[in-house]
């Protein structure tokens, strides 16, 4: 558990924009060239590892966050936003913008008038600033087409939680870092680039790696909030890996669904069924591949998904990375 977290932790402190993956491509090559896996890299950006065949493993790299797209006379950063990411959830939000620090502007609220007050300001009106004082000042440390990432703090709590941006993917990225590293699966893998903006990577790797099944790694909401009904809060922190029967983009094999609980149920793995149909990930792109795969997704319940700051329960990242290699030692009997 202590190098899943320890994976977890360096992969949460990267930045990777979707399109902006190479951080997060850099550490797991490190990772996986010193275990003496064989990568490569495919013209997207993709990290495929070849070395079996019982199953092909996904995880997707990238994050939600913003590109510049204009800088103003004052020297304020006018952003487009990369994948589903609210205004709700920027205003005010610390950032990094090609290593510079940087705030979310937001009008205050003493000048806000009372229909101001009760509106979220339109998605394009949304600006970065980084305390320059001019166009020519901003230009000098930022360019148009920069990746905005939310501030990187990773936090452990005392409740067993863990809180930092980019939990979705990066849960993913750890699980299937550690299968790597830490057991002798006969598996091929892709961390994919570009989920966030419509499962493109996985497209291309799916077609690359041509699996016959697929378990896709992820993160998913948790919406157990005081705000939200019982029957809306999707999964729950601390009731185990969230399985999936069916989403936006996919309805799930039905074989490995059942397989995957049965297999938790005998193996005592904490496991739970989504109990919405929402969102969707790579698996959309995956399922459909060539002839068709075989594919299931196997998810952590976040909290705040797609924000600042997500919230993860550690039991439940170890309840994922424990389902996760019991499918696969499933397919292999």
Do not use: W
Request: charged share 20%; net charge negative; hydrophobic share 45%.
């Amino acid at each position: 558990m202590a190098e899943l977290t320890g994976y977890l932790e360096s992969l949460c402190a990267l930045s990777a924009v979707s399109g902006r993956e190479d951080a997060v491509r850099e550490y797991l090559l490190g990772q996986l060239g010193g275990a003496g896996l064989a990568c490569g890299v495919d013209p997207l950006g993709n990290l495929l590892v070849r070395r079996g065949g019982a199953a092909t493993l996904f995880a997707h790299m990238d994050e939600v966050g913003f590109l510049v797209r204009h800088i103003d006379g004052d020297g304020l950063l006018y952003v487009a936003a990369v994948g589903g990411v609210e205004a709700s959830a920027a205003l005010g939000a610390r950032v990094r913008v090609n290593g510079h620090g940087g705030v979310f502007g937001a009008k205050p609220v003493h000048l806000l008038d009372g229909e101001g007050k009760s509106k979220l300001p339109p998605a394009a009106s949304l600006y970065v600033d980084i305390g320059a004082s001019s166009r020519e000042e901003a230009e000098a440390l930022v360019s148009l087409g920069d990746a905005v990432c939310f501030e990187r703090q990773y936090t452990s709590t005392q409740a067993g939680c863990v809180m930092s941006p980019a939990l979705d993917d990066r849960a993913g990225c750890a699980i299937l870092l550690d299968i790597l590293l830490n057991t002798d699966l006969p598996v091929d893998a892709a961390f994919t680039v570009q989920e966030e903006v419509g499962t493109r990577g996985a497209q291309a790797a799916a077609y690359s790696l041509e699996p016959s099944v697929a378990l896709v790694l992820e993160a998913t909401t948790a919406a157990d909030l005081p705000i939200t009904a019982q029957n809306k809060r999707v999964c729950e922190l601390g009731k185990g890996a969230a399985l999936s029967f069916m989403d936006n983009g996919t309805i799930y094999d039905k074989e490995l669904f059942a397989l995957a609980l049965a297999a938790a149920e005998r193996e005592g793995i904490a496991a739970q069924v989504k109990s919405m149909v929402a969102g969707a990930n790579d698996a959309a792109a995956i399922h459909k591949s060539r002839g068709g795969v075989h594919t299931l997704a196997i998810s952590l319940p976040c909290r705040y998904l797609h924000s600042p700051c997500g919230v993860i329960d550690l039991r439940d990242l170890q309840a994922a990375r424990a389902l996760a290699e019991c499918v696969v030692r499933e397919q292999l009997r």
